[in-house]
């Protein structure tokens, strides 16, 4: 029998090896699918590529960590509250970051419930959260298309 695998996760990469490496192969990344009474939660991007977007919060799977945990990291570091698991909906993959060269992303996307004591009522931060039921024009094609197919919005 062999060992037990040791999932030690190891921290972000430092910039320069993130580009070196992901500008040349695709990025495995999860999707937070927050689903409430209030509608979707969307997170606006702040810096970067994709500046002024809203989107799904989501970030890059770390090395040998799990799927599960990347949600739970993801969700804490994106929004500030730890979120359980529903489904996992399907995937996203973004040609529109191939078209502008900055890489080749395909999210997992989970469908998530807020964990906070007294319901799913989480107080957005000024302009960086928001609950949507409509999409706003401001945001990733890919995840407008992926949202509106499995009937979370209109």
């Not at 979707?40 to 599960?68: H, S």
Request: glycine share 10%; net charge negative.
């Amino acid at each position: 029998m062999a060992p037990p695998f040791d999932r030690a996760v190891t921290g972000p990469l430092p910039q320069a090896e993130y580009e070196e490496i992901f500008g040349k192969v695709p990025r495995l990344t999860v999707e937070v699918v927050v689903c409430s009474e209030p509608g979707v939660l969307l997170a606006r991007r702040t810096g970067g590529p994709c500046d002024g977007l809203w989107n799904l919060p989501g970030g890059t799977v770390r090395f040998a960590e799990m799927l599960t945990d990347a949600v739970h990291r993801v969700a804490l570091d994106e929004i500030g509250v730890d979120v359980a698991i529903d489904d996992f909906l399907g995937y996203i993959e973004y040609p529109s970051h191939a078209r502008q060269g900055i890489d080749w992303p395909v999210g997992l996307a989970f469908r998530t419930h807020l964990l906070l004591p007294g319901g799913d009522v989480l107080q957005t931060v000024a302009d960086q959260l928001e609950w949507f039921t409509r999409l706003p024009d401001e945001m990733h094609d890919e995840q407008r298309t992926f949202l509106r197919l499995h009937g979370l919005v209109r």
